[in-house]
């Protein structure tokens, strides 16, 4: 998850990734689609965070 800095809202990146591994990436930049505002944004892996729930995405009408 990364907050969107248009917004000011978390957002999920799309990735999916385990604890152990998002914890042995390092410190890089990433780009990805942001589905709040369509914007792509990049930002550094240590500003982002897991979501527990990945299975769990919010459905919201009129996207
Ligand atoms: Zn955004």
Same mark, same amino acid.
């Given at each position: 998850?990364? $907050?969107?800095? %248009?917004?000011?809202?978390?957002?999920?990146?799309?990735?999916?990734? !385990? =604890?152990?591994?998002?914890? $042995?990436?390092? !410190?890089?930049?990433?780009?990805?689609?942001?589905?709040?505002?369509?914007?792509?944004?990049? @930002?550094? /892996?240590?500003?982002? @965070?897991? =979501?527990?729930?990945? %299975? !769990?995405?919010?459905? /919201?009408?009129?996207?």
């Amino acid at each position: 998850m990364i $907050r969107c800095p %248009y917004r000011g809202q978390a957002v999920s990146t799309g990735i999916e990734i !385990d =604890e152990a591994t998002f914890a $042995r990436l390092p !410190d890089t930049l990433i780009l990805s689609r942001c589905p709040l505002c369509g914007l792509e944004h990049v @930002w550094w /892996k240590n500003e982002a @965070w897991l =979501e527990p729930t990945r %299975y !769990d995405t919010p459905r /919201k009408t009129g996207s």
